[in-house]
């Protein structure tokens, strides 16, 4: 939603998954927010603590809010929750709707939300950031099974 807590934490553990998968020089991976709550701000205090223990790169993050043409230059938009599913797809023209998912949408459990820990403790940032690992690590193996089946070229 601000870009301050879950997006910023997927897209630190996305951009670790691919570095550790060589995958880093073919993907790029940007977070964005929904609403324009914190534009500009560091990422949230609590989630920057959370990426420091888990040697994550979360330092240098500002929020930005979804533009147009994050419609066109993303191959995959992918939400935390279904609230962010509907706002998302109701600004998105209709050739990138079908590229939107849930983060979820990658493992086990399918149209799962990752609960916002904002207004919760660091229990709540925890278990985001659990199900965030789950969701890039199926999505990566995802991604990897496109390229060994020849429907993806990494080159």
């Given amino acids: 939603m601000g870009n301050i807590c879950r997006s910023p934490l997927a897209e630190a553990v996305a951009r670790a998954q691919l570095v550790q998968h060589g995958l880093d020089s073919v993907f790029t991976v940007v977070s964005r927010g929904t ?4 534009l500009d701000l560091p990422a949230d205090p609590r989630a920057q603590a959370l990426a420091e223990q888990h040697g994550l790169a979360l330092a240098a993050h500002r929020s ?3 533009q147009p043409d994050d419609f066109q230059r993303g191959d995959l938009l992918l939400v935390m929750d279904r609230q962010n599913l509907r706002d998302v797809r109701a600004k998105a023209p209709p050739h990138a709707v079908g590229r939107i998912r849930l983060l979820m949408d990658f493992v086990s459990s399918p149209g799962a939300d990752i609960p916002d820990p904002y207004y919760g403790e660091a229990a709540d940032f925890e278990r985001a ?6 969701g890039v690590l199926g999505l990566t193996k995802h991604l990897l099974r496109l390229h060994n089946a020849g429907a993806l070229h990494l080159e």
């Fill in 64 to 66: 930005r809010l979804l």
């Fill in 129 to 134: 950031l659990g199900l965030i690992e789950q």
């Fill in 35 to 38: 609403h324009a709550y914190h």
